[in-house]
């Protein structure tokens, strides 16, 4: 891919990688130069997703990345394999089309949990300087048009 933007040497970290936007942004990266740690749940989409990557360092880490406790140790095994991270985008997220009145407390909890504070701390602990590349990092949150819709009913 001819670009003038390069990412070569770049470890960029990416959540939602199985699908959608987090899938293209990972392949576009990978066009680009960039290693990318490609993170999700689901471990076969994320092996398909892999399998459409440019030759790289990439990994695969399949995780629920609302289980807070286990981000900081998946951001240390990156760094150790292949080495301080210069991005992040997170792409993971979560949309519910529910009625107001079919929604619960519990709805909005799994939400927020995905597709924000999942974020913010993987956010935080990339940010570390034991972890962050010497040049810095660039920090991308994707929301989707879904987050202007109303639903009344």
Known sequence: MDSIFNL?????????????IGRQCAITFSQLGANVILIARNKERLKDTFSKLEKGNHL?????ITEYDKLEQIIKYSVEKIGRISGFVHS?????TLPLRSMNSSYYEKIFAINVISGFELAKIISKKKYLDKNGASFVFISSVMGILGQAG
């Open 8 to 20: 070569k040497n770049k470890n960029i970290i990416i959540t939602g990688a199985s699908s959608g």
């Open 60 to 64: 695969i880490i399949s995780q629920d």
């Open 92 to 96: 993971a997220g979560i949309e519910m």
